[in-house]
């Protein structure tokens, strides 16, 4: 059975530290890696990954994917109160059909 | 600008009621999907749609149906509401994967359904 696990499930950090969210998986005819950021209310979309070893960065935020050991990390340097939220990773498996599957997301704090 | 409109942000409704949720995309999306959010188990795959009128089982299905008779549209049918279906569900959609940008799931805002 497909499966995506996060790590932690939730933490507590202050302003300007740096984080790191794991996402390990398993699943059938591995496609692309999905991060996902969700506030009060959708999901915003962070990166897509498909290639193992090629870092994804956005401003404070980057990611990275080792598909040889199916995991992905997701960092934050210099947190700030805006990064709380649910982080949310997700795989495509073999399906065309552009399914998704979660993990459970980690639940960040970012305190002042 | 993307969207999908969730035509409910809160419902509140009877067990045993018959609840539909509506969620329309202008994107011109082939994909449409529903997911239910509850804490501790990250989102679930409800049902799914490819194509107009076509749809798939997620991983969750029991109690749910689902309608797509036009593409920008996908409803969810709980036929008789449990208190055990109170949850945020999520409607997303996705262009084709294949095309450029196939398989980014673009959300809308979520219903917060509660069953009594």
């Known amino acids: 059975e497909d499966k995506v696990v996060q790590s932690p499930l939730s933490l507590v950090v202050h302003e300007g530290d740096t984080v790191t969210l794991n996402c390990s998986y398993e699943?059938?005819?591995?496609?692309?890696l999905l991060w996902y950021k969700q506030e009060k209310k959708a999901p915003t979309f962070l990166f897509m990954l498909t290639s193992s070893g090629i870092e994804k960065k956005s401003g404070r935020l980057s990611s990275i994917l080792d598909k040889k050991e199916l995991f992905s990390i997701l960092n934050i340097t210099a947190t700030q109160t805006g990064d709380s939220a649910v982080y949310l990773c997700?795989?495509?498996?073999?399906?065309?059909?552009?399914?998704?599957?979660f993990g459970q997301g980690t639940t960040l704090q970012v305190k002042p | 600008d993307v969207k999908v409109t969730q035509s409910s942000r809160y419902l509140v409704k009877r067990t045993g009621e018959k609840v539909f949720l509506e969620c329309v995309q202008d994107?011109?999306?082939?994909?449409m999907f529903w997911y239910r959010q509850d804490p501790g188990l990250g989102l679930r795959l409800i049902y799914f749609s490819y194509d107009v009128k076509m749809k798939e089982k997620g991983d969750i299905p029991e109690g749910y149906s689902v309608s797509r008779e036009k593409k920008e549209r996908f409803s969810l049918i709980l036929e008789s509401a449990s208190t055990n279906q109170t949850s945020m569900y999520l409607c997303a959609s996705s262009l084709r994967e294949g095309r450029r940008a196939g398989g980014k799931l673009f959300f809308g805002s979520g219903t917060q359904l509660s069953v009594l």
């Open positions: 699943v059938t005819n591995f496609r692309s």
């Open positions: 997700a795989v495509r498996g073999s399906s065309n059909t552009g399914k998704l599957i």
């Open positions: 994107m011109d999306h082939e994909n």
